[in-house]
């Protein structure tokens, strides 16, 4: 760069890669692919018409202008928060072009500005996302800058964690290879991201399953301040890629878009053709810091940033199209004064728009419409059978009900059924519709969320609660803000099913109880049934509703006598967020849930005989919780105890108490009880599990203590 035009760039508000760089001496060789599994037919500005490219070039140098726009905004106290595009906008300028808005499907990362704009949207779509304004199309001011959500155009909703748009973007994938459609989905990531294992267990899904999936790797060479040599080994995922049987790979210069736009075509033709999944990787530059909150300069030399400034995609565009006669430098001129001053207009436009009201925090978290579900009042009168049974017969059931409900999880397939056969004779009957995953649970988890937005219903199968612990990412940071985070434009209906609890001498990773941590969770519901008609009931409602359900079903019970009920009908529906009292009493209340229900029966049965009648509550919804029929209850019985396998310390029946303590304090005769495990992890040995797990005995005691206080 000339000092001429230094100075110049110094002068004005000039976009990078614009006046001064134009007239660089940058090169512009118009390389295909550095290496890959593919042939690559190279294209020129000759095999484009020229509108097109001048189109391309506007929507680059909208993105950097918005880039520029942001950060002044920023400074202005107008914004709160920006992670840049800039270096970027080649690479995904190209794949955008390429793709079909609203017929592909697209799971971005949060540098995805470029293929926001290339799929439709505008620059007032930005400013009105940057200034989180109550009509942000993205998730009306729920979301942090540049964290994309479009139904109508197929853009899932961005998590900000790394590496969250890996799994669900294969579900989409998936869901469409089943549909027997050409759309492929497009997810992108930062080379960092790929440190993370979602992304390796979406690569393995995916090439096992020739999933129609483009991965494009947008490697800048840092994660924030760790560059890939600290990150990757060999130094690109390119490399990492090579492992998957299945997977073709490509990698190009993502500074050049001629390079970026022949690469691209010929994966997303492989991929369109059935022929598989391509992890893409495409060098880019970080023209700007990793975010507004990051400095760049304490861990980049100035000549390592000066190098950068000389491979800018949009100063390499400008000088291709000016060699090509599309471009003049009046042209050029002319487009980025346009650019600024529609950037400049839809900032101060967007500015002008209300924030969001305070009371609509609350809203959409979950579904808010009538989800159209009839609630049986009857009794069921069909033939006894046991929990795990009724699960099976409530599958089978929806399943015949809704050809898009998909049943899968580790061993349920084939004639296995999974370990507590819940799922028996669901592949004999619906073929693929009920399948093994691969031994993963993040997987099993991402992809649901996919399959779920491609319209699909899936009800996984996570084979104990013990080992859901690598799926909390996915449960928390996708499965539970999905509607939320999109301001209720998206949604993620599906169920988890989860065997939990102890009494069975399964020891530390067989024994656990995790109701605790999902009833943290805004967005999901959590149920518990304590015996063979809710489970059926609750399960079919949980299928048929339009949230997330963490259906938690104790394997002590699945065979129980305690458990076995008369079968409902096909239709029959539980309600969430309805205690039943299952016995009447006047003495005292216990309030509990799952396999503590029949201790509490038994306990009550005993008393019995000696004069103390004991009224239980068998909450079933643990989220949504209806504590109206708790303080109902206590407010007659004037006493309380609550009863919960978990550990008494901070488990879900603290919540209770606490609840009871605020709302009933003054209709109390006694002091609120609880009866649950004690604080350690469930040993195997009878006589260690017996002393950590509440017992008959317990239970009595506590009883008669309250009876007589």
């Known amino acids: 760069m000339t000092k001429a035009a230094q100075k110049k760039k110094k002068s004005s508000e000039a976009l990078p890669g614009g006046d001064g760089a134009a007239g660089s001496s940058v090169p512009t060789p118009i390389p295909t692919q550095l290496e890959g599994d593919f042939h690559v037919k190279p294209v020129t500005p000759a095999d484009f018409e020229p509108d097109e490219l001048l189109g391309v070039y506007r929507r680059m140098l909208t993105s950097r202008r918005l880039d520029e726009k942001m950060l002044t905004l920023l400074k202005q106290g107008k914004g709160f928060f920006h992670i840049g595009c800039a270096g970027h906008e080649a690479a995904q300028a190209a794949i955008s072009l390429l793709s079909r ?40 001011g729920r979301q942090m800058s540049e964290h994309y959500s479009w139904p109508e155009k197929n853009i899932l909703p961005v998590s900000s964690s790394v590496g969250a748009q890996f799994l669900p973007a294969v579900g989409v994938a998936l869901a469409n290879q089943r549909d027997g459609n050409d759309a492929y989905t497009y997810c992108s990531c930062g080379d960092g991201a790929t440190s993370q294992g979602d992304f390796h267990e979406a690569l393995n899904w995916a090439a096992r399953a020739s999933a129609p999936v483009l991965f494009l790797v947008q490697d800048n060479k840092y994660a924030i301040s760790v560059p890939v040599s600290d990150q990757t080994a060999g130094g690109t995922a390119f490399k990492l890629a090579r492992g998957y049987e299945g997977l073709s790979r490509a990698h190009v210069d993502g500074t050049d878009f001629f390079a970026s736009y022949a690469v691209a075509k010929a994966a997303i033709a492989h991929i369109r053709d059935g022929k598989g999944a391509v992890c893409l990787v495409a060098d880019t530059v970080r023209l700007l810091p990793h975010s507004s909150s990051d400095n760049h300069t304490k861990y980049r030399t100035p000549e390592e940033l000066e190098a950068d400034k000389e491979i800018d995609p949009i100063a390499r565009f400008e000088n291709t199209l000016k060699e090509a006669g599309i471009l003049t430098q009046d042209l050029i001129t002319k487009i980025r004064g346009e650019v600024q001053t529609e950037v400049d207009a839809a900032a101060a436009w967007a500015a002008t728009q209300d924030d969001p009201e305070a009371d609509s925090a609350l809203t959409h978290v979950y579904f808010e419409g009538d989800q159209g579900l009839e609630f049986e009042t009857s009794n069921p009168s069909g033939e006894p059978v046991v929990l795990v049974d009724a699960i099976n017969h409530a599958l089978h059931e929806e399943m015949e009900r809704n050809p898009k409900m998909l049943v899968y999880g580790e061993d349920v397939a084939g004639g296995k059924g999974g370990v507590f056969t819940a799922t028996r004779d669901l592949t004999k009957k619906f073929g693929d519709r009920c399948f093994n995953s691969p031994l993963a649970e993040a997987s099993v988890i991402g992809t649901a969320v996919g399959f779920a937005a491609a319209g699909y219903r899936p009800v996984v199968e996570i084979q104990f609660g013990d080992y859901i612990w690598p799926a909390l990412q996915q449960i928390r940071n996708q499965v539970s803000t999905f509607r939320y985070r999109s301001n209720g434009t998206w949604g993620c209906p599906m169920v ?28 999901l519901v959590v149920v518990m049934p304590s015996n063979a008609a809710d489970a059926k009931g609750l399960l079919k409602t949980a299928i048929r509703g339009q949230d997330p359900v963490i259906f938690l079903e104790h394997k002590a019970l699945y065979r129980a006598a305690s458990a076995r009920r008369p079968e409902p009908d096909t239709d029959y529906l539980v309600p969430f967020g309805k205690a039943a009292v299952t016995r009447e009493g006047t003495d005292l209340t216990v309030i509990t849930y799952g396999a503590l229900v029949s201790k509490a029966i038994n306990v009550a049965r005993q008393l019995e005989g000696e004069g103390v009648q004991v009224e239980i509550i068998d909450l079933r919804s643990l989220l949504p919780l209806d504590m109206e029929t708790v303080l109902k209850s206590v407010k007659k019985t004037n006493k309380a105890l609550v009863l919960y396998e978990d550990h008494e310390f901070l488990g879900f029946g603290a919540e209770i108490a606490a609840q009871l303590s605020e709302s009933a304090f003054g209709h109390l005769d006694a002091p609120i009880r609880r009866v649950a495990g004690k604080f350690a992890p469930i040993a195997f040995a009878d006589p260690l599990e017996r002393a950590i797990l509440p017992t008959d005995d317990d239970v009595l005691e506590a009883v008669r203590e309250l009876a007589a206080y």
């Open 101 to 140: 808005p609203g017929h592909d499907w697209f799971s971005l990362y949060y540098r995805d500005l470029s293929v926001y704009l290339g799929l439709g949207a505008t620059s007032q779509d930005v400013m009105l996302h940057h200034m989180a304004k109550a009509d942000d199309p993205n998730s009306g």
């Open 496 to 523: 988890i099913r989860v065997p939990i609890g102890g009494y069975i001498h399964g020891g530390l990773c067989h024994s656990q109880n995790i109701e605790a941590f999902f009833g943290h969770m805004p967005g």
